[in-house]
């Protein structure tokens, strides 16, 4: 073989350092902020199975439900049109859904208004040198500074230029170094977290992390989309 891509050869390294993980096998700096900008359809929420809605239909009080759970099966029931699916939809697209059920039966030009109230996917983990690590629901735009805040803080012997977000990217994993002393003081940017990131503190807890963020797939799928 005469020629080994950048990316590929990136890989290799990782396969062949991951028992003994160390700060060299996720990017940092810039190749850490592009791979973990959020992606649009990341930007775009989509309702999962146990989220909490207020589905609104205006000047309807009979029909309109507040803090109700979609089930586990994705489904949601509305009163006169039974069950309407609403997993992986946004909450336009389910708006528009359920006016143009009413629409076809029951009601001349229905506006519908549905909002999320609380999400089971939009959680991230936080974890290793902070003073209370958890499992936390997060808002749209939540950035890493402030899931630090929610966690209460990195304690006072947590390595703040070793934190790690780990997140999976269209079915592969992914990982990448951030120093929080330089986001703190406004010489790098504040990456946004999306539902279903781990963050962690301190590379002497990330070694475990990566351990078993990686034992679910093979490294060639892990890491480095560049």
């Known amino acids: 073989m005469q020629y080994l891509s950048k990316s590929v050869a ?11 993980s160390t700060r060299s096998d996720l990017p940092a700096g810039p190749a850490a902020y592009a791979i973990m900008a959020p992606t649009e359809a990341q930007n775009v929420y989509r309702i999962g199975a146990l989220d909490v809605l207020n589905v609104t ?9 507040k803090e109700t759970p979609v089930d586990a099966s994705g489904n949601l029931i509305i009163p006169l049109i039974g069950e309407v699916r609403a997993q992986g939809r946004t909450a336009v697209e389910l708006s528009r859904e359920i006016e143009r059920l009413l629409a076809r039966n029951y009601l001349v030009r229905p506006q519908v208004s549905v909002a999320v109230v609380s999400s089971v996917s939009q959680r991230i983990t936080v974890e290793g040198n902070v003073t209370d690590p958890g499992v936390y629901e997060i808002s749209g735009g939540t950035t890493l500074l402030q899931a630090l805040a929610r966690a209460k803080s990195p304690t006072r012997v947590a390595k703040l230029d070793e934190v790690v977000v780990f997140r999976n990217i269209d079915g592969r994993r992914a990982g990448a170094v951030f120093n ?4 703190r003081e406004g010489r790098a940017g504040d990456p946004q977290l999306v539902g279903g990131d781990t963050v962690v503190v301190g590379f002497s807890a990330v070694k475990g992390a990566f351990r078993d963020f990686l034992s679910a797939a093979p490294l060639v799928n892990a890491f480095r989309f560049f």
């Open 10 to 20: 990136s890989l290799l390294v990782l396969g062949l350092s991951a028992c003994g």
């Open 57 to 65: 239909v205006f000047q309807e009080p009979d029909l309109t439900l």
């Open 180 to 183: 929080v002393e330089d986001i």
